[in-house]
Each structure stands twice: as structure tokens, then as C-alpha cells.
């Protein structure tokens, strides 16, 4: 199989502060991987595409200068949660795309992100 | 375009019998389909998958599941349910491009597995 770690795994900030959550392949390089956030006991809604040495892509509804995403190598990506507020509290994951007779994907465990 | 219905939110099972969560999907291209596994506060794990290969798929923990392209369906089934199986669990499709395509969750099933 293949690895992916977030961290951190949970993170409380306060109304208004930036977080940044890492998303990272582990043993196997990844040009594009995935954000998704997950409300309590609702489905994961894929938030945007990082690429790596490019721009990301934003799902429509999603602010991208509210969730920067920037995707500084083949093996990471960071999504930074910028003037954070309450309603931004959720479950992030991401996901790297591996490929061997076809892509997979593998998922990180996950950020709770907690504003107050 | 490609979308996924979970067609239960939630379903309860006593231990020791059989498990039917079903799905079923509509895709533009021929898809790749996935089960995966969420239990609470974790991340996703990937109970099976369908690449076009054998129509039923066999996947961890007992778990399998039979692609129907004339029903568009794609059940998760276990033959005898296991209190550590009570979880959410999630229907995935993909478009079978050969490319890393975007993921489409379904609505997500709870299991719920009593004495």
C-alpha cells in the first residue's frame, strides 16, 4: 500500500487566525492531490485539486482566498484556512493519487480543525 | 458527469447476519467503483474496488461486492456482520479515465451491528 499523513490531526484556533494543515505522501510522489471537508455525519465534499508547480483548482462554491492551497512539492500540499471562522470548523482530508495498474487513492486521516 | 445514491443512511443488523448496503451510480464513462470504510473521527479506508476487471469483487474483512452495468448497482455485502464492522461507510465512483480523476462520494451509509 501507500501512505499519506496530515498534521496535524487536530488543531483548535481562534476566530480569526490562519491555520495551516499538511498533507503528505509518505512513499511514493503524488503531482496531484485532493482536499475534501467533512461536516459531522455528512458525506466528504471535495473542496479543490492541488497541483504541484501550478495553480490549484477550486470546486465551485469554494473561496480559494479564504483556503489557500498551495502544492510546494511531489510530495506535499498544505491548505491554509485563512481568517478562520466558527463555521470553517470540520473534519479536512486530503487525498494522493497513486498509480500502479491504475490510480488509487489513498487518504490522510484527517485534520479536526476546531475555531472558536 | 458521474453521481453515486446510497439508497439507506442508515442501516441496523444484528450480529452474526448478513449485511446488504446498497448503491447504485450513473457515470459518463465505464467507472471504476469503491467501497470505502470511515469509522468515527478516522480516516477513509478502501474495503474493495471495481476496475473493469471480475464483476464481483472481493475485498478485506470479509466484505464483497458485484457490479451490475444493467442495473447500474453496486451492493456491499458481507455474509455475517461483526460488531467491529459498525461504521459509515462510503460509495465511491471515478471515471475509468487511466488519470487521477476527481473521487464522487455517495451520501455515506451508517451501520449499526447489535447484540
Known amino acids: 500500500g501507500a501512505v499519506v499523513s496530515q498534521h496535524p490531526s487536530w488543531v483548535i484556533c481562534k476566530s480569526g487566525t490562519s491555520v495551516k494543515i499538511e498533507c503528505r505522501s509518505l512513499d511514493f510522489q503524488a503531482t496531484t492531490m485532493f482536499w475534501y471537508r467533512q461536516f459531522p455525519k455528512q458525506s466528504l465534499m471535495l473542496m479543490a485539486t492541488?497541483?504541484?508547480?501550478?495553480?490549484?483548482?477550486?470546486e465551485q462554491g469554494v473561496e480559494k482566498d479564504k483556503f489557500l492551497i498551495n502544492h510546494a512539492s511531489l510530495t506535499l500540499s498544505t491548505l491554509t484556512v485563512t481568517s478562520a471562522h466558527p463555521e470553517d470548523s470540520s473534519f479536512y482530508i486530503c487525498s494522493a493519487p497513486k498509480k500502479t495498474v491504475f490510480y488509487e487513492q489513498y487518504f490522510g486521516p484527517g485534520t479536526r480543525l476546531t475555531v472558536t | 458527469a458521474q453521481s453515486v445514491t446510497q439508497l439507506d443512511s442508515h442501516v441496523s443488523v444484528s450480529e452474526g447476519t448478513p449485511v446488504l448496503l446498497r448503491c447504485n451510480y450513473s457515470s459518463s464513462y465505464s467507472p471504476s467503483l469503491f467501497w470505502y470504510v470511515q469509522h468515527p473521527n478516522k480516516g477513509l479506508q478502501l474495503l474493495l474496488k471495481y476496475t473493469s476487471a471480475a464483476t464481483l469483487v472481493k475485498g478485506i474483512n470479509g466484505f464483497e461486492a458485484e457490479f451490475k452495468k444493467s442495473e447500474t448497482s453496486f451492493h456491499l455485502t458481507k455474509p455475517s456482520a461483526h460488531m467491529s464492522d459498525a461504521a459509515e461507510y462510503f460509495c465511491?465512483?471515478?471515471?475509468?479515465?487511466?488519470?487521477?480523476?476527481?473521487?464522487?462520494f455517495g451520501t455515506g451509509t451508517r451501520l449499526q451491528v447489535t447484540l
Open positions: 465511491v465512483v471515478s471515471p475509468n479515465t487511466g488519470t487521477a480523476s476527481k473521487l464522487t
Open positions: 492541488s497541483n504541484e508547480g501550478s495553480k490549484a483548482t477550486y
